[in-house]
């Protein structure tokens, strides 16, 4: 949902251990083997045991007792944006807000989403500027608050309204766009305002030794469609800076402002479209969720409860899913107060719990998914998106590897996303004419390349000949259906065969 003008608008649980993976906040990637856990109550604290964050947008005046009761994580809502804290150079100004909140959060033990910085809205005496001025405040901002700050949005709402593919054409994407004066709306020769911010952002990251990392945040990029079925256009668009720019990028942002705008709906395959930019090895989170009562029409789907179910247990469902965040309280203190969007009623610091509340608790304590219930599809043939194919500084995904057709055991596919220096692979298991209980990929990694992370698998061997098995919730693969897993690794990876057995 936009800012911009114009634009409308029985608890079950697995009583199982549970292997959870938490990629959360400051760097680390923690494994663990967790007996089931006792019903948490309040959100915060289930979200904790599935291993992601639930957090909130909040400003100094709504810090009450619910704030650090209920969420695990805080987004300042305004107090963070350029128009507060940037001056016409880029240096820092009117901090006192933003300093209350992220000494708040550190009080509470609560993570931090720094808000933003490159961003065509409430860009105050950045707007008009140039790159350098906005690196300048991409440096001073990211230095002010430090690994205090454990995400921060680098970039906001590149891209245009209407499904258009299209970058925005207002400041700040208009900066020296066409370089090589060819006249074209955009194209890998010309600066770029999205990778050169972010290439410094990284830059400060990398010399200051911190853990930020750095996230590229948009709306209705949620679905790979729209209402209707037609391909997101703006979700590919986002998926493909992501890629391009991998190695400057470290997570994505979806903003997910639910409505009736046929953009801004809740598709079935949100939960595919946040696996596949999940297998780029960004973690994904849910930036500002809200989700329209829908009071006056179904366009959106019946049952604000039943809409935050499914907007959580898609998340819940793919392990680099790893934080919500809804955008504000109370609905009469939202942004959108007639939509009446969010998780309770009241105001001033006195709430009360929606049915919504109560859904999304149930929901994070059902943990991480064992059996999605809209698997993760093949993302849709990406139409042209203006954004380039082929950019100086990356190179294109390798076409898939793939072991001969095998009738009753399994193959594997391995497509590769790679960079100067690094890569992600994601492999595609699939059973042959006959069912399969567990599989084992092995693969030869070529001589400089090793494996620094894997999901829904586990391995043994970091280099050389490396062997992948299945977890205990992908294991089971019917006769002709997939699983995935993926793995991210430094060095190149060349071309993998994988060689995948079965058990029966
Ligand atoms: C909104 C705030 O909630 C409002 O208080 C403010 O008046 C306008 O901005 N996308 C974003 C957020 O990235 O920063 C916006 O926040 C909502 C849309």
Redesign the pocket.
């Known amino acids: 949902?936009?800012?911009s003008p114009g634009r409308t608008r029985t608890r079950s649980r697995f009583a199982v251990l549970a292997a959870a993976t938490l990629l959360v906040g400051s760097g680390l990637t923690v494994q663990a083997s967790l007996p089931a856990a006792a019903a948490a109550d309040t959100l915060r604290a289930a979200a904790a045991q599935a291993g992601l964050f639930f957090g909130v947008?909040a400003s100094p005046g709504r810090l009450n007792a619910t704030v650090s009761r209920e969420f695990g994580q805080l987004t300042p809502?305004?107090d963070m944006?350029p128009d507060t804290i940037a001056n016409s150079s880029g240096g820092l100004q009117n901090t006192g807000n933003a300093d209350t909140l992220v000494n708040y959060a550190q009080t509470n033990n609560m993570l931090v989403r720094g808000?933003?910085m490159v961003?065509h809205?409430?860009a105050g005496a950045l707007q008009g500027q140039s790159q350098a001025v906005l690196n300048n405040f991409i440096g001073n901002a990211l230095n002010r608050w430090g690994n205090r700050i454990a995400y921060w949005d680098v970039v906001?709402?590149a891209l245009e309204d209407n499904n258009t593919g299209r970058r925005r054409n207002q400041w700040p994407h208009t900066m020296n766009r066409d370089a090589n004066g060819d006249g074209d709306t955009f194209d890998a020769g010309d600066t770029d305002v999205i990778r050169d911010s972010f290439i410094r952002a990284k830059q400060v990251v990398q010399a200051g030794g911190l853990t930020t990392k750095l996230c590229i945040?948009d709306?209705d990029v949620e679905g790979l469609t729209v209402q209707g079925g037609t391909p997101n256009r703006k979700a590919n668009a986002l998926y493909d800076i992501v890629r391009n720019y991998r190695q400057y990028i470290d997570c994505v942002g979806f903003?997910s402002?639910f409505n009736d705008n046929p953009n801004s709906i809740i598709t079935d395959d949100l939960q595919a479209n946040i696996q596949r930019f999940a297998d780029l090895g960004v973690e994904v989170h849910i930036t500002?969720l809200d989700i329209d009562d829908d009071l006056s029409n179904n366009d959106i789907g019946a049952g604000q409860a039943a809409n935050y179910r499914k907007v959580v247990r898609a998340c819940l469902n793919v392990a680099r899913c790893t934080g919500i965040t809804v955008?504000?309280i109370a609905d009469s203190e939202s942004?959108r107060a007639s939509e009446r969007g969010l998780l309770f009623t009241g105001g001033n610091g006195n709430y009360q719990k929606k049915a919504a509340y109560t859904a999304v608790l149930d929901e994070l304590n059902k943990g991480r998914g064992t059996s999605p219930s809209n698997p993760p599809s093949n993302p849709p043939s990406n139409p042209p998106s203006n954004e380039p194919s082929n950019p100086p500084s990356n190179p294109p995904s390798d076409p898939p590897t793939s072991t001969p057709p095998n009738p009753a055991g399994c193959t594997a596919t391995v497509s590769l996303n790679s960079w100067t220096g690094g890569f992600v692979a994601t492999v595609r298991v699939t059973a042959g004419s006959a069912p399969v209980s567990g599989w084992s990929v092995g693969m030869t990694l070529p001589s400089g390349a090793t494996v620094t992370n894997a999901w829904n698998t586990n391995r043994s061997g970091n280099s050389g000949a490396v062997q992948f098995t299945n977890v205990g919730h992908n294991g089971r693969i019917a006769a002709g259906q997939s699983a995935e897993f993926g793995f991210q690794g430094t060095g190149s990876a060349g071309s993998l065969t994988p060689t995948c057995t079965a058990t029966a």
Do not use: C, F, P, R
Request: glycine residues 4%; proline residues 0%.
């Open positions: 949902m936009s800012s947008a809502e305004n944006k808000h933003t961003w809205s409430q906001n709402e945040n709306y903003q402002h500002e955008w504000g942004w």
